[in-house]
């Protein structure tokens, strides 16, 4: 007899019993498992819990606000915001392949949160505490799918504050390791969290970074996330924002079409949607969406958004296809 909120007096239990007085820390990024994660953590042990949120400037229109002030006004979590955006920026300049972004993307994200996890650690020291917990939002069908196993995570400092031991080793917290990802939202509708985050669809944790076809620059990041936020609206307008998996809207930056608008002729970039449907995102097929949802999405962003002339949709179930276009 499975309830929400057993569940979460359950897991309050447990954590307050593992954690006792020492300090935990956790990583968010904006998606619902770690938001639902430090959600629980936070109601069993409180104050004794920082949040890390690394901003990497990948994030679509008004998510990492949506961290920042919605999350921590729901929660009241002690919050430590990494504003990296330009650190990830210049890592990105001139890079146009997606492996290599994907790398460069995931290397300044390790980089940066060690760097913030190891000032956290010198900071309770300096207090005469200890952090010796790792909060992590990790599912059961992580678990099952990387073959079981838990324990500590042994985490290389490579931008070590000054008198702190080389490595630094955490105890993780895994509180939803018994859950189901809808299990997972109805624990976080529980603890009051948003439904902006709760029904939050999958992102990717290179974020806008492999939305753009082309090199990343602020530029086009500004014009991908005014036509992402316009999608995401109407789609959400039409009610089809929980039906649909999810839709990654893409920039094709290096490609330029000609087209008439307004006073004449432009020579502008496509903006490509691909909505699809999908169980588990290992298949998919290409969202039959009604043609009055995708021409008012089509309007809005060629009139609103500057530099944009098309809009095309992606019809590629996967496979062959994958969902993101890097
Ligand atoms: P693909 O493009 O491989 O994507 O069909 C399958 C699902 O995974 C998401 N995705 C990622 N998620 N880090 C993530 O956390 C990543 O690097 C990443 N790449 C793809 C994608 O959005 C889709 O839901």
């Not at 390790?110 to 956290?120: K, M, N, S, T």
């Not at 809207?249 to 449907?277: E, F, K, W």
């Not at 999908?278 to 008012?296: C, G, I, N, Q």
Request: charged share 25%; hydrophobic share 40%; net charge negative.
């Amino acid at each position: 007899n499975w309830t929400t909120h057993s569940v979460v007096e359950e897991q309050v239990a447990a954590i307050r019993a593992q954690v006792g007085t020492k300090r935990a820390i956790c990583g968010l990024s904006g998606g619902v498992d770690s938001a639902v994660a430090a959600a629980l953590v936070q109601q069993a042990i409180g104050d004794q819990l920082t949040c890390v949120y690394v901003d990497h400037g990948l994030m679509r229109k008004g998510e990492s606000e949506q961290v920042e002030k919605d999350f921590v006004a729901a929660t009241g979590v002690q919050l430590k915001v990494v504003d990296a955006e330009e650190r990830f920026l210049n890592a990105l300049a001139g890079v146009s392949d997606p492996e290599q972004k994907r790398k460069i993307i995931g290397r300044e994200f390790i980089r940066v949160f060690e760097q913030a996890q190891a000032e956290l650690v010198a900071e309770a020291g300096a207090e005469g505490e200890e952090v010796a917990f790792l909060v992590q939002g990790t599912l059961y069908p992580d678990i099952v799918e990387s073959g079981g196993g838990t324990g500590t995570a042994n985490i290389k400092s490579h931008h070590n504050v000054g008198g702190l031991p080389d490595d630094i080793e955490f105890e993780l917290v895994e509180p939803l390791r018994q859950l189901f990802k809808d299990e997972v939202r109805m624990v976080g509708s529980e603890l009051g969290l948003p439904d902006e985050i709760v029904h939050r669809q999958p992102f990717p944790g290179p974020g806008l970074g492999i939305r753009i076809v082309g090199e990343v620059t602020k530029d086009r990041l500004d014009l991908l996330r005014e036509a992402d936020a316009i999608a995401r609206e109407e789609l959400t307008a039409a009610g089809l924002d929980r039906e649909i998996w999810q839709c990654p809207v893409v920039l094709l930056a290096d490609v330029r079409s000609v087209g008439v608008q307004g006073d004449g002729r432009t020579y502008g970039h496509p903006i490509v949607l691909r909505p699809v449907s999908s169980e588990d995102a290992m298949t998919a097929d290409w969202t039959r969406m009604p043609y009055d949802v995708l021409a008012r999405i089509s309007t809005r962003i060629t009139n609103e958004v500057p530099d944009v002339n098309r809009v095309v949709l992606d019809v590629t179930s996967k496979p062959p296809g994958t969902i993101e276009w890097e």
